[in-house]
C-alpha cells in the first residue's frame, strides 16, 4: 500500500523548517493529493527554495510551480479585497480562517491560499456591516436560517459572515474580548485568540464529518502549538469553551485526527482533548477512523450524520 509513504512525503513537504527529507512514494499521486487538499503552494515552495527538491524530477516540480503562482496572485487580490472592505466597516469585526491565518501561522504569504473570505461579527452590529459593506460595493446575496449568517458579494468575490463559533449558532462566547487587533486589515478587524481560533478550525472540520481537507489539519497543527505554548491553563480553558458551545465532541475527534496526520504534536492534541463517556467516545471514535482511512486522500466525502453527531444540540 502506498499510503503511509504519501503520508509521509505530506508530512515532509508541511515541515516548516524544510529539514525532513522526502521519502520515496508515487509522486503522480503526491501532486494529486497536494492540489486537492490545499497544500501544492507550500509544497512547491519548499521544493525551490530548500534541499527537498534536489531529488524531486523536474516534471514534478514544473507540475506544482503554476499552483504556488496562482495562489500568490489569488491571495493578493483577496487580501486587497477584504482590506476595501473593511476599510468602511464601522464595527467590530473578526477575520477567520486563511485570511486570519496567511500571514499569523505561514511564513510566507503563499504557503496558505486565503479561499473563502469568512468574518465574525457581534449579532447586533449586523446592520453597522452591512452599511459599511455596501458603501464598499458588497451586496446581501444571502441570509442563514436564524439570521446568524449571512452573505455579500461585490460581483467578484463573496463574504461569508457568521455570529460565533458554529455558523448556525448566535453566541459570541467573549470571541470579541480575546481577540487580537489585526490593523493591516482594517481598522475594526481583529483576529480571533489561538484558541478560538483553534475551535472556528474544528467547528468548520466537525461540519464536514471530519472528513476535512489536510489544510485544515496543518491550520490546527500550529494552532495547538500556539495554545499549549501557552500553557496548561490556557488549553483547559479552551476545552471548558468547547463544552459551552457544544463543541467538546468535535474537539475530541479533531484533537485525535491532527495527532494522526501530524504526530509531532500529539502531546498538545492530549492535552486539548475532552473527556467524553463511554458511548460518546465510541460514536466519536468512529467517525475518526472513517476520516483516518487512507482512501480519504483521494476522495473527502462528509457526512452529514457524522457532522450532526459531532455538532452536539445545543441552545
Known amino acids: 500500500m502506498p499510503h503511509p509513504a504519501l503520508l509521509d512525503a505530506v508530512r ?15 509522486l503522480a499521486e503526491l501532486a494529486e493529493v497536494l492540489d ?24 514534478f516540480r514544473e507540475k506544482l510551480l503554476p499552483l504556488y503562482q496562482g495562489v500568490v496572485n489569488d491571495n493578493v487580490f483577496r487580501m486587497m479585497t477584504l482590506k476595501g472592505l473593511l476599510r468602511g466597516v464601522s464595527c467590530p469585526a473578526l477575520v477567520l480562517d486563511g485570511a486570519a491565518y496567511v500571514d499569523w ?23 453597522r456591516f452591512a452599511e459599511g459593506a455596501q458603501a464598499a460595493g458588497f451586496e446581501p446575496t444571502a441570509q442563514g436560517p436564524g439570521g446568524h449568517t ?3 458579494s461585490d460581483g467578484r468575490l463573496s463574504v461569508r459572515l457568521q455570529e460565533g463559533l458554529v455558523p448556525d449558532r448566535g453566541e459570541a462566547l467573549g470571541l470579541f474580548e480575546r ?25 468548520d472540520a466537525a461540519g464536514m464529518g471530519l472528513q476535512a481537507p ?8 500550529e494552532l495547538v502549538l500556539r495554545v499549549t505554548e501557552a500553557g496548561s491553563e490556557e488549553a483547559g480553558a479552551v476545552v471548558a469553551r468547547a463544552a459551552t458551545a457544544g463543541l467538546s465532541r468535535a474537539l475530541h475527534g479533531a484533537m485525535a485526527l491532527t495527532a494522526h496526520f501530524f504526530p509531532a504534536v500529539a502531546a498538545g492534541c492530549r492535552a486539548l482533548t475532552p473527556a467524553l463517556g463511554a458511548t460518546e467516545a465510541l460514536a466519536v471514535d468512529a467517525v475518526v477512523d472513517a476520516a483516518r482511512d487512507p482512501a480519504r486522500l483521494r476522495r473527502l466525502r462528509g457526512t452529514e450524520e457524522a457532522a450532526r453527531l459531532l455538532l452536539e444540540p445545543h441552545g
Open 12 to 26: 515532509a513537504l508541511a515541515d516548516f523548517s524544510g529539514r525532513t527529507p522526502l521519502p520515496d512514494c508515487d
Open 36 to 59: 486537492a487538499h490545499g497544500l501544492a503552494p507550500l509544497a512547491s515552495w519548499q521544493l525551490e527554495q530548500r534541499r527537498a527538491g534536489l531529488r524531486v524530477p523536474m516534471w
Open 105 to 127: 501561522l505561514y511564513p510566507h504569504l503563499a504557503w496558505r491560499p486565503v479561499g473563502e473570505l469568512r468574518l465574525a461579527v457581534r449579532g447586533e452590529d449586523g446592520g
Open 150 to 152: 449571512a452573505t455579500f
Open 179 to 203: 481577540a487580537e487587533p489585526y490593523r493591516v486589515a482594517g481598522p475594526t478587524a481583529a483576529r480571533p485568540s489561538p484558541g478560538d481560533a483553534l475551535l472556528f478550525s474544528v467547528a
Open 214 to 221: 489536510l489544510l485544515l489539519w496543518l491550520d490546527l497543527r
